[in-house]
C-alpha cells in the first residue's frame, strides 16, 4: 500500500484548497443597469411586430421593460440596479416543509408495497404448487412473466423485476418485439406546417396581446377566441427554432457541480490511503513466483 506523492482528490483535514473550488453556489438572475439600459434601446428601437421576439429571446416580460423604463425616465439611475431580495424562510418552515415531503413520500411507499405485496402473495401460493413436482420450468416462467408485467405498472420495472427475479434486459426486449434491419427514415407527416403557417404562428406568439404569456396560455387563449393555429409541442418547436424558446422565470439557476481538488503546498498536508484484495493470495499455487507489493505510507514532500 503506497501513499500518493501528487496532488491528490478528496476533502482535505489541513491545507488550502484551489480559488475553483468547490462548486460556485446558484445565483439568482440579476440584471445589471448597463444591460437593462441596452435591452431598453432595444426595444424601444424594435417595430411593434418584434418587440415580442426581442422579450422571448431575452426571457424577460413586458412588466419589467415598464419598470425599467419608469425609473429611466425618472432620472434614477441606481433604479435600474437589482432590488432586495426576498426575506428567508425560517429554520422552522424549511423543517416543516421537509416533514411534509417525506410524509407524503412514505404513504406513497406504502401504498405501493402494499399493492405489490397483495399480487406476490398469489404468484408465490401458485409458484409453491408447481415447484412440488418437476418438469414444470415453463409454466413457472410463464407465471413469472404474467406477475412481472402485473407488478410493473404499479411499483415500476426495476423492482417488477427485483421482486419476480427476472432479467430486466429480458423483459425490455420480450415487450419491444423482435427488431429486424435498421429502422426505416421517418417520413414528412401530410399535415406538416409550411412556411406561412410558421410566420402567423410567431406573429400571434409575439404580438403584445401574447408576447408576456406562456405558450400554454396563448394556445388556450386561442381555443377560446375559436381559433386553433397549432398544438403546443409545435408552438414550442416553432419557437426553439427561432431561439425564443427559453425559461422566464425569476429562479435559482443551479451550476454544474464541479469535483474538489486538494492541492499539498508542504509535507504531510495530504494524506490518502488504499486496499487491495487479491483472492489469489490464498492459493499457494499461484502465487509461487510472485512478490507481494511493498507497503509504505509517505508524504509530500
Known amino acids: 500500500m503506497t501513499l500518493p506523492t501528487a496532488v491528490l482528490d ?3 483535514h489541513n491545507g488550502d484548497v484551489s480559488d475553483d473550488d468547490p462548486a460556485a453556489r446558484p445565483q439568482r438572475r440579476r440584471f445589471s443597469a448597463e444591460y437593462k439600459a441596452k435591452i431598453l434601446a ?37 433604479g435600474l440596479e437589482p432590488g432586495a431580495r426576498k426575506p428567508k424562510r425560517s429554520a422552522t418552515e424549511v423543517e416543516l416543509e421537509k416533514l411534509k415531503a ?12 402494499r399493492m405489490a405485496l397483495d399480487i406476490m402473495g398469489k404468484a408465490s401460493a401458485l409458484l409453491e404448487s408447481l415447484a412440488e413436482s ?14 412481472c408485467d402485473e407488478l410493473a405498472p404499479v411499483v415500476g420495472t426495476t423492482r417488477a423485476c427485483a421482486l419476480t427475479g427476472r432479467s430486466k434486459a429480458t423483459h425490455y426486449r420480450a415487450s419491444a418485439g423482435p427488431l429486424h434491419g435498421p429502422p426505416a427514415p421517418r417520413p414528412t407527416p401530410p399535415n406538416a406546417l409550411s412556411d406561412e403557417e410558421r410566420a402567423e404562428i410567431l406573429a400571434v406568439l409575439r404580438s403584445p396581446a ?35 424558446h427559453r425559461d422566464r422565470r425569476r ?14 503546498h508542504q509535507p504531510l498536508e495530504v ?20 512478490r507481494l507489493p ?8
Do not use: F
Open 134 to 147: 418437476r418438469g414444470h420450468g415453463q409454466a413457472v416462467a410463464d407465471v413469472t412473466v404474467a406477475t
Open 102 to 113: 417525506t410524509h407524503r413520500r412514505t404513504e406513497a411507499e406504502l401504498a405501493r408495497t
Open 42 to 78: 432595444e426595444y424601444e428601437a424594435a417595430p411593434d411586430g418584434e418587440k415580442g421576439s426581442v422579450l422571448r429571446r431575452e426571457g424577460l416580460y413586458s412588466s419589467q421593460i415598464t419598470e425599467w423604463r419608469q425609473a429611466r425616465d425618472a432620472g434614477a439611475r441606481s
Open 210 to 244: 401574447y408576447a408576456d404569456l406562456a405558450v400554454a396560455q396563448v394556445w388556450a387563449m386561442l381555443l377560446d377566441d375559436g381559433m386553433y393555429l397549432a398544438s403546443q409541442s409545435t408552438m414550442h418547436r416553432v419557437l426553439r427554432e427561432c431561439g425564443e
Open 271 to 290: 494524506w490518502s490511503w488504499d486496499i487491495e484484495r487479491h483472492e489469489a493470495l490464498s492459493n499457494r499455487a499461484v502465487m509461487k513466483g510472485h
Open 294 to 301: 511493498t507497503v509504505a505510507a509517505v508524504g509530500r514532500s
Open 10 to 12: 478528496g476533502r482535505a
Open 251 to 264: 429562479q435559482r439557476t443551479h451550476p454544474a457541480k464541479k469535483k474538489p481538488h486538494l492541492v499539498a
